[in-house]
């Protein structure tokens, strides 16, 4: 995490450095126990430090899947509490030989997880119970019973995506939020990378709802290959439907002319056709009223994700204003409660990311905010905060950016539809992000380090940052190399700004929005012993240490772990090469113009000409594209995004 009061970088980020561009009633009784508590979507929890062990969890959920449990698949526990107090969850099967975990994950919210395979048939009961030292109180309590084969799936109301049984809660959310954080979940060094939302989805051990509604479900193609837009919106529909919660989506444009983007035609799990622009809606083939049964409900649900969704949400919707009322999203306190998972962040340009993770500040380190997000080519890797991931900016014509909630929806008592909710009903609802650049990044970091840190340690997890970005960017340029290796025709390169916002194989495949923010990146680490200089108060000196000494010290400690972090990629001819973190600070001219896939992948790692590194280079944009790009070097030179 970037320490707090970076000051430089300011007018550059304002005037537009651009991140990656996204286009694109049942009778079943729920597997959940949720207490009761309060209608908010976000339950309160008290911060990290000085939490009182045995005190108010507030609200908290036990969830068992699948949803009828049988012999042949593995029975899943997850508790959740709001707060972090120290607690026991427990599976009791017929012969009462009792498992538990007192191992408590997460960070706003707090869960306890256990996994019993093959379980036998009878009558078992799940706990979650504070622990001994607190009392042994049971706060949630689940009878399950073990069936010989599992239950059908449920009903699912005539072009309805599927039935809502139950609505949102604080206990609902704060499952939501375990949910993604187990899904992502990794050590924090192992920076990890997928192919496709899919492949997250379809591994159980990530995937607590993996099969929980049928056997076979989430062998049908759930998730596909969303981008960073569409990410947000296939968690939340695929968490909604496992569970019977309402979802709902609008059509909103991208905002153009110096005009914020905006929503119309709200659609909802319940009525997902709404008539647009006055048009009656059309049915997708999909859609098959009139013979029930003829595709599965996972089927149906997949093919929603892969057309209908994909085709109505884009990164417009994140970027709606602050006070709107009809966006899917709304502007959230800047607060651990409220930077959690699930919650995402929208950046001014088209960028969008879902929070994974927060890990509370220690002694050793600061405090980090994870995020995932997915890209055109439908790989999803996981990202720390920093300027260099979460570029923000102020500007009324690219709409409200920053972090967001989705907007509740709940079922209108007088009409009986689905609808979402005004923000004057939110608790959370709040425009102080909005207070000036240097204010948010201020603030964020507060929240997520509230104690001054130790400079070395900042400049490290400053240039861990830096290494995660470099080497998230050696996936996108592989796989615009094996595209390049492939019979493929040349890919057309878009005029002036569209190269940020196009669709097809240069959306796939090209790097202009990744390499616009790894030269911010760049920026921002060389810069930081000058920050940190300028920023006294917020770090913690050694005795008698001045600003020239301690300038000193950091530049020498950037310099060595430049030098010394290596990283490698492969060449045109599948060898591979190592370049240090300090090969690309120096190749800053060269990156900008490395982003065409169809340069070879050495040029679009700026090898020398003539180098050994750059001989197996083969393949080079034509002139035109080459004179072209030249054209457009200044933005990525001046670190800014052509105007919309």
Known sequence: MLPPRLVILVSVLVAGAMADACNRSSTRVPSVVPAAGPTSAVASASPDAHYDPCGDPGDTILFVSPEH??????????????????????????????????????????????????????????????????????????????????????????????????????????????????????????????????????????????????????????GAVPDCADLPY????????????????????????????????????????????????????????????????????????????????????????????????????????????????????GHVLVVAKRIPQSPSSGGLLLAVDGQPDGTVARKRFWRGNFLFAIDPALGSAGFKRFRPIVRDRSTGELRSVHNDALPDYSLEQYEGVEAFYDHVDAVLSPAPREPIA??????????????????????????????????????????????????????????LRLLIAIDVARSFPTHVVRQPAYYITGPGQGPAELRAELDTRLARELRERTFSYTRSNGSEWTLRLDDVVARQ??????????????????????????????????????????????????RRRPPR
């Open 458 to 515: 900042a400049l490290l997890e400053t240039v861990d940052a830096l290494e995660e970005q470099i080497k998230a960017r050696v996936l996108s340029v592989d796989n615009g190399r094996k595209f390049l290796s492939g019979v493929h025709p040349e890919v057309e390169m878009p005029e002036d700004r569209k190269i940020f916002e196009t669709t097809g194989a240069w959306e796939d495949y090209s790097t202009p929005s990744r390499d």
């Open 589 to 638: 001219a060269a990156l900008e113009v490395a982003y065409n896939p169809n340069d070879c992948v050495e040029h679009r790692w700026g090898a020398p000409e003539g180098s050994e590194e750059a001989s197996p280079c083969v393949s080079r944009a034509t002139s035109g594209q080459t004179r072209a790009m030249e054209s457009y070097r200044q933005w990525f030179h001046e």
């Open 69 to 222: 449990p049988y012999g042949a698949a593995a029975v899943r526990v997850v508790g959740v509490s709001a707060r972090p107090v120290d607690m026991v969850l427990s599976v009791v099967p017929p012969d009462g030989r009792e498992t538990t975990t007192r191992e408590r994950a997460g960070a706003t919210p707090y869960y306890w997880f256990l996994s019993v395979g093959a379980p036998q048939e009878g009558a078992w009961r799940a706990e979650l119970r504070r622990a001994e030292t607190c009392g042994g109180e049971r706060i949630q309590v689940r009878d399950i019973r073990v069936e010989h084969a599992p239950g059908g799936p449920p009903w699912v109301p005539p072009l309805a995506l599927w039935a809502s049984r139950v609505e949102w809660s604080p206990s609902f959310e704060n499952l939501y939020s375990a949910w993604i954080e187990h899904l992502f979940d990794a050590p924090l060094d192992s920076q990890p990378a997928w192919q496709a939302l899919r492949d997250v989805l379809r591994d159980p051990e990530r995937n607590f709802l993996f099969g929980h509604l049928s056997p076979h479900e989430d062998d049908q193609g759930f």
């Open 234 to 349: 296939v968690l939340r529909a695929y968490f909604a439907y496992k569970l019977g919660l309402p979802f709902a989506w609008s059509h909103c444009s991208r905002g153009e002319g110096g005009a914020p983007p905006h929503c119309t035609a709200f659609a909802t799990s319940n009525r997902p056709f709404p008539a647009i622009d006055g048009h009656p809606p059309s049915l997708p083939a999909w859609v098959d009223p009139g013979r029930s049964g003829r595709m599965s409900n996972a089927r149906r649900l997949a093919e929603f994700f892969r057309t209908t969704l994909a085709d109505a949400v884009q990164s417009g919707a994140g970027r709606t204003p602050a006070d709107d009322e009809m966006g899917d999203y709304y502007p959230t306190r800047l607060t651990v409660d409220s930077l959690r998972p699930g919650t995402i962040f929208a950046d001014p340009y």
